[in-house]
């Protein structure tokens, strides 16, 4: 295979640059959300969730950490509406637009909640997260820079982290290139959904940088289509049993 899929690229993407038209923010958001239900990524982030969810009496405060659009927290709160779970979602996102977005398309979900902000200062401000999720989004960030994140979920996240991410696979790369034109989609998704793929991972790169964050108690799990779910739980400090 091509000598790409042999290391992550450094390429930036276009989503990443400042000043995005806003309608076409808005189109790339809604392709997103298809490319999501279609591929079965949304049911990724979902399942990933579930392992860290086990009292129905307790309400989660659950962090989307590059939360784009929103529509992942819509998933995670129509599952929790059915099983009867209760859960507090805030979406934080850079880009005030894409806040924007969030908040008209999350009208219905009063659970959910959109903040402009670096996710450094919204960890360090808020008063109590129980988990951080990021769905896409760990791919934009730079080697040094997803050690630092895990390190911050590491931190301030009190039940554990999930994160859904790409597989660099060359199957991944021409198979999302030929989808995003066939259903025409925009200037932003062509060039940004391959790039995704050759910015994704290999299961190697994803351990070494948790090893390198000093983060533990994390599991792995390749899915399809070219999807890690990486679910990290928060080890609890040994209390020794009292004695006289």
Not at 57 to 69: A, F, Q
Not at 92 to 113: G, H, K, Q
Not at 122 to 144: E, G, N, R
Request: glycine residues 6%.
């Amino acid at each position: 295979m091509p000598d790409k899929f042999t290391q992550r690229s450094c390429q930036a993407e276009l989503l990443d640059a400042p000043n995005i038209p806003k309608k076409l923010l808005f189109q790339n958001l809604r392709e997103l959300d298809f490319i999501n239900k279609t591929l079965g990524g949304h049911s990724i982030t979902l399942s990933g969730i579930k392992e860290l969810l086990t009292d129905k009496n307790k309400t989660y405060h659950i962090i989307d950490i590059g939360c784009g659009g929103g529509d992942a927290m819509k998933h995670i709160a129509d599952w929790a509406r059915a099983n009867h779970y209760k859960v507090k979602l805030t979406g934080v996102d850079m880009n005030a637009d894409a806040v924007d977005y969030l908040n008209s398309n999350c009208n219905d979900y009063l659970e959910i909640t959109g903040v402009v902000s670096d996710y450094r200062d919204y960890l360090k401000s808020t008063c109590h997260t129980d988990i951080v999720h990021c769905s896409l989004f760990c791919h934009h960030l730079k080697d040094d820079e997803l050690t630092e994140l895990f390190s911050y979920m590491k931190q301030y996240a009190k039940i554990g982290f999930v994160i859904n991410d790409l597989q660099r696979h060359w199957l991944a790369y021409y198979s999302i290139k030929v989808l995003t034109r066939l259903f025409n989609g925009s200037s932003l998704v062509k060039n940004d959904a391959p790039l995704s793929v050759l910015r994704g991972f290999k299961k190697p790169e994803l351990v070494h940088l948790f090893e390198k964050g000093k983060v533990e108690n994390v599991t792995i799990n390749w899915k399809w289509a070219f999807r890690y779910l990486v679910v990290g739980k928060k080890l609890k400090e040994f209390t020794p049993p009292f004695t006289n």
